[in-house]
């Protein structure tokens, strides 16, 4: 199984910073990575695709990058609708998995 | 109203079963492949299983093989998971999901609670 490694496991930041998340795989996986974003409460919300493609709908302050092992989830200037729980994901072979998650908190 | 909403979840004891329904709407159900994904309380999301559009294709977690089984009816637009021998470690939210090859799901369900416990 792929296991994906998120960095960090939370962060904390304030309305206006740039935020950088990253996520590695245990083994080569392309682009098929995706990013999702999770309220309390809520369903997760795709953000982003293939590593880099925003999803219709999300904000450009979102952005992704990255091929093979490492990607990044960037957040340009954060909004106080951000502080949420964010999700990698891989798509590249069975089974699916995800990584363990990044809290992103208000300072 | 494009939207899928899940339905069947509860409480059951060890060793139960339980089969839960993901109504589909305002989307052509047929066209896209589908999963479930389980997220226990205070945990990360977990993927479950998968199906593609004609049930050609299966795919489960190793932690469900053999024990829960994902099905659908197009022509009812429905995606369904039955759960048998439940175990303590099956008690989350189930979420459907909508997907495509490049991700697992666009459009997600509210969310089913279950519950295993005696």
């Known amino acids: 199984d792929i296991q994906l490694t998120q960095s960090p496991s939370s962060v904390s930041a304030s309305v206006g910073d740039r935020v950088i998340i990253t996520c590695r795989a245990s083994?080569?996986?392309?682009?098929?990575l995706a990013w999702y974003q999770q309220k309390p409460g809520k369903a997760p919300k795709l953000l982003i695709f293939?590593?880099?493609t925003l999803q219709s709908g999300v904000p450009a302050r979102f952005s992704g990058s990255g091929f093979g092992t490492d990607f990044t989830l960037t957040i340009s200037s954060l909004q106080p609708e951000d502080f949420a729980t964010y999700y990698c994901?891989?798509?590249?072979?069975?089974?699916?998995?995800f990584g363990q998650g990044t809290r992103l908190e208000i300072k | 109203e494009v939207q899928l909403v899940e339905s069947g979840g509860g409480l059951v004891q060890p060793g139960g079963s339980l089969r839960l329904s993901c109504a589909a709407s305002?989307?052509?159900?047929?066209?896209?492949?589908m999963s479930w994904v389980r997220q226990a309380p205070g945990k990360g999301l977990e993927w479950v299983a998968y199906?593609?559009?004609?049930?050609?294709?299966?795919e489960y977690a190793d932690s469900v093989k053999g024990r829960l089984t994902i099905s659908r009816d197009n022509a009812k637009s429905s995606l369904y998971l039955q759960m048998s021998s439940l175990r303590d470690e099956d008690t989350a939210i189930y979420y459907c999901?909508?997907?495509?090859?490049?991700?697992?799901?666009?459009?997600w369900g509210q969310g089913t609670q279950v519950t295993v416990s005696s």
């Open positions: 999901a909508r997907g495509s090859g490049s991700f697992l799901g666009d459009l």
């Open positions: 305002g989307f052509t159900f047929r066209f896209y492949s």
């Open positions: 199906i593609t559009t004609t049930s050609t294709t299966i």
């Open positions: 083994q080569g996986i392309s682009s098929w």
């Open positions: 293939d590593a880099s």
């Open positions: 994901q891989q798509a590249n072979n069975f089974p699916y998995t």
